[in-house]
C-alpha cells in the first residue's frame, strides 16, 4: 500500500525500528513493520459496540422514570457527540512511553469504547524493555525506539527530523501523548504538534516537576514537603520538562499517614480517567485556548457552553 511504499522508500534503513532490532536484523527492510501497516477491519466490532449503546438506550427509555431524566439526557448528548464523530475520520494517536504504559492503556480502552474518537497508531519508546512495547506489539502497533540507547551506532538511530517526518507524514500523527516517556522532545517537533502534543505528570504542576522529576521522586517530594493535595495534571508540551500550558488537574487530599508508595497509586488511577477525558477533549476538538496567555480550556462534552 501506499504507506508502505513511502516507508521502503523514504526510510530504507529503519534501524530503529524496534521490531527490526528485536527480531536482531538492523539496517536491512523493515518487512515486519511494513506489514504491520495494513490493519485488519475494526468495522465490525465498532458496529457491535453502536447496536449494544443503542439496546442500552432502548432499554433506558423503556424502564424510564422522573430520576432517569437526567441520564436520558446525558445519553442524548453523548450520542449526539457520538453521531457528529462517526462523520469525522478517527485520529491518529502516537504515544510515547518509556515504562509500563499503563496510561497508554487507559487510552486505549477509550478508544475501544469511543469515548475518544481516535486509535493508537504508534508506539515512540525510549527503552526497548518498557513494559508497553510488548502490549503494542502483541496488538500490531508499529513501535518505533527514540532516541535508542548507548548500544545504538550513531547511522542506527532516528534523527529528530526523521522522526518529525515519520509522525507527520509517514504516520499522519494527528495527535501525541507522552505517557511516562523521560526523554526530552526534539524542539521542531514540539512546533511540528504544538498544541497538539500532551503529557501526563503525576503532581500538581507547577509545583513537583522539572527535569529529574519524575517516578516515585515526584510522590517522595510531594509527601516529604507536607503538602496536603497532590493530584495529576496534563498539559500541553513545550521545549522544557513539565512547562506547557496546563489543561487539567485531578485533586487528591494526602492524609499524613500515607507513604509515597500510597500517593503514588491514587494519583496513578486519577490519572487512568483525566489522561483518557482530556486525549477525548482534543481528538473532538474540544479544547480552546484562553487569549491571553493560551491556557487550554475544555468545552463540556454534554453542554458546550460550559468550560471547564
Ligand atoms: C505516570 O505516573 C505519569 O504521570 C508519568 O509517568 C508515569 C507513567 O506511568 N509521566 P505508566 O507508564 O503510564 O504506567
Redesign the pocket.
Known amino acids: 500500500n501506499q504507506r508502505a511504499k513511502m516507508s521502503s522508500s523514504s526510510f530504507s534503513s529503519c534501524a530503529s525500528c524496534f521490531l527490526q532490532n528485536h527480531q536482531g536484523g538492523v539496517g536491512g527492510r523493515c518487512s515486519r513493520r511494513i506489514s504491520r501497516l495494513s490493519r485488519p477491519s475494526s468495522s465490525s466490532p465498532r458496529r457491535q459496540r453502536r447496536v449494544l449503546f443503542l439496546r442500552a438506550c432502548a432499554a433506558q427509555r423503556t424502564s424510564g422514570n422522573d430520576d432517569d431524566l437526567d441520564e436520558d439526557e446525558d445519553a442524548t448528548k453523548t450520542k449526539q457527540q457520538h453521531q457528529r464523530n462517526e462523520k469525522k475520520p478517527k485520529k491518529n494517536i502516537a504515544v510515547f512511553?518509556?515504562?509500563?504504559?499503563?496510561?497508554?492503556r487507559a487510552v486505549h480502552a477509550a478508544c475501544e469504547t469511543g469515548e475518544i474518537h481516535g486509535q493508537i497508531s504508534l508506539v515512540v519508546t525510549s527503552s526497548y524493555t518498557a513494559?508497553?512495547v510488548e502490549w503494542a506489539m502483541d496488538r500490531d502497533v508499529p513501535v518505533l525506539l527514540y532516541p535508542g540507547g548507548k548500544d545504538l551506532e550513531e547511522s542506527e538511530r532516528i534523527s529528530p527530523s526523521e522522526l518529525n517526518e515519520f509522525l507527520k507524514n509517514e504516520y499522519k500523527i494527528d495527535v501525541v501523548l507522552?505517557?511516562?516517556?523521560l526523554r526530552l522532545i526534539p524542539p521542531e517537533l514540539c512546533r511540528t504538534f504544538e498544541n497538539k502534543m500532551l503529557?501526563?505528570?503525576?503532581a500538581l504542576l507547577p509545583a513537583f516537576g522539572g527535569r529529574g522529576m519524575?517516578?516515585a521522586k515526584v510522590h517522595e517530594a510531594v509527601v516529604n514537603s507536607g503538602a496536603r493535595f497532590t493530584g495529576?495534571t496534563v498539559h500541553f508540551v513545550n521545549e522544557n520538562f513539565d512547562e506547557g500550558k496546563i489543561v487539567a488537574q485531578r485533586i487528591i487530599r494526602i492524609d499524613p499517614s500515607w507513604t509515597a508508595e500510597e500517593v503514588?497509586r491514587r494519583?496513578?488511577k486519577e490519572?487512568h480517567e483525566v489522561f483518557p477525558e482530556v486525549v477525548a477533549a482534543l481528538c473532538d476538538e474540544r479544547i480552546e485556548f484562553r487569549e491571553t496567555d493560551g491556557v487550554g480550556v475544555i468545552i463540556d462534552k454534554m453542554d458546550s457552553n460550559k468550560r471547564y
Open positions: 512511553i518509556s515504562g509500563g504504559g499503563s496510561n497508554m513494559g508497553g507522552l505517557a511516562g516517556y503529557n501526563i505528570h503525576p519524575h517516578g495529576p503514588a494519583v496513578l490519572e
